[in-house]
């Protein structure tokens, strides 16, 4: 994916909105995850942009991205499930 500025949805911006769709995917965890999940998909977002201003491969970086909101959902449900766990018990 070619990283030049072009004009999108967002307006003049740097990336490519298919950019933006592909790294924000994480996001979704706003509507399941409240606060934990929506700290989490803000930063695997920004994870993922960096990820695409890197000089890796295009495939390459598809793959990491789908890896990191993939270890950002596991991080979110362990997250989770371990302060509904204390305090269920407190």
């Known amino acids: 994916m070619s990283l030049e500025s072009?004009?999108?949805w967002f307006g003049n911006s740097k990336y490519p909105a298919k950019v933006?769709?592909?790294?924000?995917?994480?996001?979704?965890?706003?509507?399941?995850g409240g606060a934990i999940?929506?700290?989490c998909a803000a930063l695997a977002f920004s994870i993922n942009l960096k990820i695409y201003k890197s000089e890796l491969s295009n495939p390459l970086k598809i793959i990491l991205n789908?890896?990191?909101?993939?270890?950002?959902?596991l991080v979110?449900?362990?997250?989770?499930?371990?302060?509904g766990q204390y305090f269920l018990h407190n």
């Not at 979110?76 to 302060?83: E, G, K, P, Y």
């Open 37 to 39: 999940g929506g700290l």
């Open 6 to 8: 072009k004009k999108s």
């Open 20 to 32: 933006y769709f592909m790294c924000g995917w994480p996001l979704l965890l706003v509507f399941i």
């Open 76 to 83: 979110w449900f362990i997250v989770a499930t371990s302060l």
């Open 66 to 73: 789908v890896l990191t909101g993939f270890i950002t959902v």
